[in-house]
Each structure stands twice: as C-alpha cells, then as structure tokens.
C-alpha cells in the first residue's frame, strides 16, 4: 500500500513529452542498429560503410538515440518534485550530458570517425 503521507507528483505534460522523446530515441537507436547488423552481415558490403535507411541522415543515429533517451529521462525528473513537495534537482542532466560527452567528443564518435576516415577517407561520397 501507498504511504498517503507522500506526495506524488501525478504525471504532467513534461512527463508525456519525455515518454514520446524516450520513444523516438529508442526506436532510433534500435533501428540503427538493425540496420547495421543486416547490412553487415551481407557479404556484398564487406568493406563498405553505411548509407542506407536511417543511416542516410547521420553517421550517428545509434549515438543520437542513446543521448534522446537520457536526456528524455532528465526532462521528467527535472518537472517532477521529492516527497518534501520541492522540484527536483537539475543535477539530473548530470548523467545525460556526461554520457553526450563522451559519444560527441571522446570515446564514441571521434573513434568511429577516425577509424572511418582511415578506411573511406579516400572516397568522395564518404
């Protein structure tokens, strides 16, 4: 049983925009990464990289989804308040821009860009 002592902050409208965000971010990175595998897993693209489907828009749609999600995760806590009836702190983007951190600028995009580049930077629709 509930405490009814607590007050529950009820679900608003933030809360529903960060559930479509989560979504769209989930499916993205799902997708990407369905598509990789399928296309990698064809003999006939052995060697070559990734233009089709989601991956025609980005380079990175697996790495966009990843960031949409956590930070759809930190837009609901930051509108929801703590058992005291305060809002919540806004250290909870803490995690999510961490995480965009280290995808933008250290070990998640620049690896695969830098591999990439060494592998078709010699293409010119690369």
Same mark, same amino acid.
């Given at each position: 049983m509930?405490?009814?002592?607590?007050?529950?902050?009820?679900?608003g409208p933030a809360d529903y925009v960060a559930l479509?965000?989560?979504?769209?971010?989930?499916?993205?990175?799902?997708?990407?990464?369905n598509e990789k595998f399928v296309f990698r =897993?064809?003999?006939?693209?052995?060697? !070559?990289?990734i233009r089709t489907g989601i991956w025609s828009t980005s380079r990175h749609p697996n790495y966009f989804g990843e960031i949409l999600m956590w930070a759809s995760i930190a837009l609901s806590i930051t509108f929801t308040k703590d058992v005291t009836g305060k809002?919540?702190?806004?250290? =909870?983007?803490?995690?999510?821009?961490? !995480?965009?951190?280290l995808l933008l600028f250290v070990s998640g995009i620049p690896l695969v860009d830098?591999?990439?580049?060494?592998?078709?930077?010699?293409?010119?629709?690369?």
């Open positions: 509930i405490n009814d002592r607590l007050d529950v902050t009820p679900i479509v965000l989560w979504l769209i971010g989930f499916l993205c990175e799902a997708k990407a990464d =897993s064809k003999p006939e693209n052995r060697g !070559t990289y809002p919540s702190p806004y250290y =909870s983007w803490i995690s999510p821009a961490f !995480t965009a951190f830098k591999a990439g580049d060494d592998k078709w930077g010699h293409l010119e629709e690369y």
